[in-house]
């Protein structure tokens, strides 16, 4: 059972517009929603996280829209440039549990065009 | 700071044999994990441990055997390699309470490239 659903699978995007990437979640026990970019050969680094008492957080150019009811979150990047190409993952977890371990989406391939 | 260090980069086995993947941290982190990614599978846990003598399984972790005898290091053994098990290897560590869940982020390693013939 997938408890992170992403999409979409690959994305294409013009330099200066805006990339979104959504995923779903199933477990509402889940208190931390992370996103993960990944350049090809590297392994993943944190780009932003959020927990459920905010509905956004944004940090520069990537912003996470959070919305508990719907159980779903996104990832905007605004001004999109070449270099943000790469795989981006979600990632949710139990913080507030005795476990923690992160649930990965299945990744978002983003390439931005110049 | 090294941070999260991973060997070998690249591996190439014949079904049967056996390795073990080696990973090590140099920031103290309590808890470490392995992940394996495939092509459109994402990250998927294998095994996890959250302090020195404290293992567990994750979401797929048959074919595989870890053990944590000191906080800086974190092998992961492949037994008897099949070619299901071509994949890549992520270490990741991260700051947690003692003998706890992780807490914020964590730094991953920079991968070993395993292919099974």
């Known amino acids: 059972q997938q408890q992170v659903k992403q999409s979409p699978q690959s994305l294409i995007v013009q330099k200066g517009g805006i990339s979104i990437i959504n995923c779903a979640y199933e477990?509402?026990?889940?208190?931390?929603f992370p996103w993960y970019q990944q350049f090809p050969g590297k392994g993943p680094a944190l780009l932003i996280a959020?927990?459920?008492?905010?509905s956004e957080k944004k940090e520069g150019r990537f912003t996470i829209s959070f919305n508990k009811s719907a159980k779903q979150f996104s990832l905007h990047i605004m001004d999109s440039q070449p270099g943000d190409s790469a795989t981006y993952f979600c990632?949710?977890?139990?913080?507030?549990?005795?476990?923690?371990?992160?649930?990965f989406g299945k990744g978002t391939k983003l390439s931005v065009k110049p | 700071n090294a941070g999260v260090t991973q060997t070998p980069k690249f591996q190439v086995l014949k079904t049967g044999q056996s390795m073990t993947l080696q990973c090590a941290q140099d920031?103290?982190?309590?808890?470490m994990s392995w992940y394996r990614q495939d092509p459109g599978m994402g990250l998927r846990l294998i095994h996890y441990?959250?302090?020195?003598?404290?293992?567990d399984q994750g979401e797929v972790p048959n074919g595989y055997n870890v053990s944590r005898s000191t906080t800086e290091d974190f092998p992961l053994r492949l037994l008897s390699a099949a070619p299901s098990q071509t994949s890549v290897y992520f270490c990741?560590?991260?700051?947690?309470?003692?003998?706890?869940?992780?807490?914020?982020?964590?730094?991953f390693g920079p991968g070993t490239r395993l292919t099974v013939t």
């Open positions: 990741a560590s991260s700051y947690s309470t003692q003998s706890g869940p992780p807490l914020g982020e964590q730094y």
């Open positions: 959020i927990r459920p008492d905010v």
């Open positions: 441990s959250v302090g020195a003598g404290i293992t």
């Open positions: 990632a949710a977890a139990t913080y507030g549990g005795s476990q923690g371990n992160l649930i």
């Open positions: 920031m103290n982190h309590e808890y």
């Open positions: 477990n509402t026990a889940f208190d931390y």
